[in-house]
């Protein structure tokens, strides 16, 4: 199970093979997860029971940090804060 500090966190760097570091709102990342998902020709095993493409992203985006998008194609995305939390 991820920390759920991470889950706090309202940014995140995605990692493509073949683009630039790019850093993108939990929002974001979410809609750029579902572009990624959209484009396997089948859900990994643990996100088939998921309602909707968007529902797969969220829960990719809680337990995982990796989506193998072809045979040893990944792409990444790691919490980051960008702001210390307010007191």
Do not use: K
């Not at 920390?3 to 995140?12: E, I």
């Not at 570091?21 to 996100?47: F, G, K, N």
């Not at 995982?64 to 980051?80: H, I, K, N, T, Y």
């Amino acid at each position: 199970m991820s920390d759920p500090l991470l889950r706090a966190l309202d940014h995140y760097v995605v990692l493509e093979p073949a683009g630039e570091e790019r850093i993108l709102s939990a929002a974001d990342t979410v809609a750029w997860l579902e572009q990624r998902l959209d484009q396997l020709e089948a859900l990994p095993r643990d996100l088939q029971a998921c309602g909707s493409l968007a529902d797969a992203a969220r829960r990719l985006l809680e337990t995982s940090c990796e989506l193998e998008v072809s045979p040893g194609c990944c792409v990444q995305w790691f919490a980051v804060r960008i702001e210390p939390p307010e007191r």
